[in-house]
């Protein structure tokens, strides 16, 4: 069976610190990937997504950056973070044969101090 | 753009009571349509889907109805218990270029209480 693993679980960064969240896929190939943050009060926004390795779309211009190195991984990074970078970071997969369903991991809760 | 539109919680009901959740949406096409739920400290995770108009989906007691003539697709559960406390995501999803995208509402948060 497919899993998804996302670490850390929470985080803690000062302001202008660097940031890198992984997610990895097990069970599946060539999956799409998507990263999403849910800020406080708000729902969920699509930051990223990759329909294979080295393939990245960005859904709307900020701070964060996203890489494909393998074809089950998925890094979230920033050279510098800001205060309003702070909030719950979710990534999904989906594999295209599975009617649009999209599947999460655990999610991380990141907090810029 | 495509977008969804869920009502504005939080929302308390004493266990037993009957729930619904609205949802209306906007999109170009004929989307998929979801309910995702998200339970305390935890990610998403689906709940029911309906592809096409006057599909119901259901799952765990809960139910909601492609309405295509009023873009809708509202959560109803006769009966909720305490468990059942969480927060609601109702999403739409358009097939495009291979990637299968979705657009949240901003979730509605329940609360049961016994």
């Known amino acids: 069976s497919q899993t998804i693993h996302q670490w850390p679980a929470t985080l803690v960064q000062p302001v202008g610190s660097p940031l890198s969240l992984e997610c990895t896929v097990e069970?599946?190939?060539?999956?799409?990937l998507y990263w999403y943050r849910q800020a406080a009060g708000r729902g969920l926004q699509l930051l990223f997504y990759?329909?294979?390795?080295?393939?990245i779309s960005s859904e709307v211009p900020q701070n964060l950056s996203a890489s494909r190195p393998q074809d089950r991984q998925f890094i979230l990074s920033s050279k510098k973070l800001l205060l309003s970078d702070s909030g719950f970071y979710l990534c999904?997969?989906?594999?295209?044969?599975?009617?649009?369903?999209?599947?999460f991991g655990a999610g991380t809760r990141l907090s810029v101090l | 753009g495509d977008s969804v539109t869920q009502m504005e919680g939080p929302v308390t009901l004493s266990e037993e009571a009957c729930l619904t959740i609205n949802c209306t949406y906007t999109a170009t096409g004929y989307p998929s349509l979801f309910w995702y739920v998200q339970y305390p400290g935890e990610g998403l995770q689906l709940l029911l889907k309906a592809t096409k108009a006057d599909d119901k989906g259901s799952n765990k007691g809960f139910e909601a109805t492609y309405r295509k003539e009023t873009t809708s697709f509202h959560l109803e559960k006769g009966s909720v218990q305490v468990s059942d406390s969480a927060v609601y995501f109702c999403a739409l999803s358009e097939r495009g270029f291979g990637n299968e995208k979705l657009t949240f509402g901003t979730g509605t948060r329940l609360t049961i209480i016994p």
């Open positions: 999904a997969w989906n594999d295209g044969n599975a009617k649009n369903i999209q599947y």
């Open positions: 069970g599946t190939s060539n999956p799409n």
């Open positions: 990759s329909v294979g390795i080295g393939q």
